[in-house]
């Protein structure tokens, strides 16, 4: 039988058949047979099997997703969706230098009607100074379109009710101090605690605030082993105290030159030291796509999500029902995405997102 994991992301349809069949190495004996059609992330597969009841069973399946189409049709992919949601390392942007084509792929999707949201798991920025960051790169975006992890840390702590009189403890940059204090939220930590060491005498013990009822992680370069100690005290000896990460990716893209670590290095850290696992409010976790889709009123059928990893952008995508296109501008090559490790295959893939104009105009 599947496991309730697998058959919960997949739908089956069942088709007698009466040829013999094979399912890896193991010949499966049988008295009936079945076709079974197994619907993936928008994407078929089929297998065919024998069974018997009460005879031999199998043991195990292994199910894997058809392999990612290239895109070819850009304007059926447009027409089929109302809304795109871009993620912006690597997609929008490489460092602080703007991907060719980027402006001129924007203003063709608008032109024909299309939402754009941005959506990045980079929580050192805050909305407003990601519109700072669009608008030197000489795009046109709106506050409102942009949705940073950092923002996302703060809503998740609006949605639960995180009590106005406790306070956050931050492992992170400036985003996150601003959305917080943007949501009325008391917090400490943050860049101002890179400085401060920790002196190991004998008999040492670290103070830490006991109104501190959440820890949230992200990115840091002015992570030390002050804010290790503070933070894994904090989610330890206070009683109810949550664990947040803004995203557990594991590198990110400072410069064009390299990849560099990520914010999933200063989340390991404190899961490490706590032995908890923390609560993501980024990618691929679903809560900032059903923000988006309840703040704009959007099916999320009619979305388009287009990323360049597949770990988060795309699994973001299939975990909340869209489309998805993975692009390789970024993190993942096409060797990555062919390779038969990869288990997560998008709808479809291509170079870079203003293949939208080439791909149309070749279309035509």
Not at 46 to 71: D, H, N, W, Y
Not at 100 to 109: F, I, S, Y
Not at 255 to 283: C, F, H, N, Y
């Amino acid at each position: 039988m599947l496991s309730k994991a697998v058959a919960s992301a997949v739908s089956t349809t069942l088709t007698p058949i009466t040829t013999s069949t094979f399912i890896g190495l193991k010949r499966v004996s049988c008295v009936s047979s079945y076709f079974f059609s197994f619907k993936w992330n928008n994407s078929f597969e089929t297998k065919s099997f024998k069974c018997q009841s009460g005879g031999s069973r199998m043991e195990k399946i292994v199910i894997r997703a058809s392999a990612a189409q290239p895109l070819k049709n850009a304007d059926q992919l447009i027409d089929s969706v109302e809304t795109f949601i871009f993620d912006c390392d690597g997609v929008i942007w490489k460092g602080d230098k703007l991907i060719d084509g980027v402006p001129e792929t924007l203003d063709m999707l608008r032109s024909k009607g299309k939402r754009l949201v941005f959506v990045t798991n980079n929580s050192t920025k805050s909305r407003k100074q990601y519109g700072k960051k669009f608008e030197t790169l000489g795009l046109n975006i709106s506050e409102e379109e942009i949705f940073a992890s950092s923002f996302a840390a703060a809503a998740y702590l609006k949605s639960i009710d995180f009590p106005k009189d406790k306070k956050i403890y931050v492992i992170g940059e400036d985003g996150i101090l601003k959305e917080l204090e943007l949501a009325g939220f008391q917090y400490l930590g943050g860049p101002e605690d890179g400085a401060k060491k920790i002196e190991l005498k004998p008999g040492f013990l670290m103070e830490h605030d006991k109104d501190v009822g959440a820890v949230v992680v992200g990115f840091d370069r002015y992570f030390n082993y002050y804010k290790v100690q503070y933070g894994t005290l904090c989610i330890r000896e206070n009683p109810g105290c949550l664990f947040i990460a803004t995203n557990r990716d594991a590198v990110t893209h400072l410069t064009d030159a390299q990849e560099w670590a990520g914010g999933g290095s200063m989340v390991g850290a404190i899961l490490g030291s706590t032995q908890r696992e923390p609560q993501v409010v980024g990618k691929p976790s679903t809560f900032m796509m059903d923000y988006v889709a309840n703040k704009f009123g959007i099916l999320k059928s009619q979305i388009c999500m287009v990323g360049d990893r597949l770990d988060t952008d795309i699994l973001f995508g299939q975990n909340g029902g869209c489309k998805t296109l993975l692009v390789l501008s970024g993190v993942t090559s096409l060797s990555m995405l062919q390779s038969p490790n990869n288990t997560v295959q998008p709808d479809f893939y291509t170079n870079k997102i203003s293949d939208f104009l080439s791909l149309k105009a070749a279309a035509v």
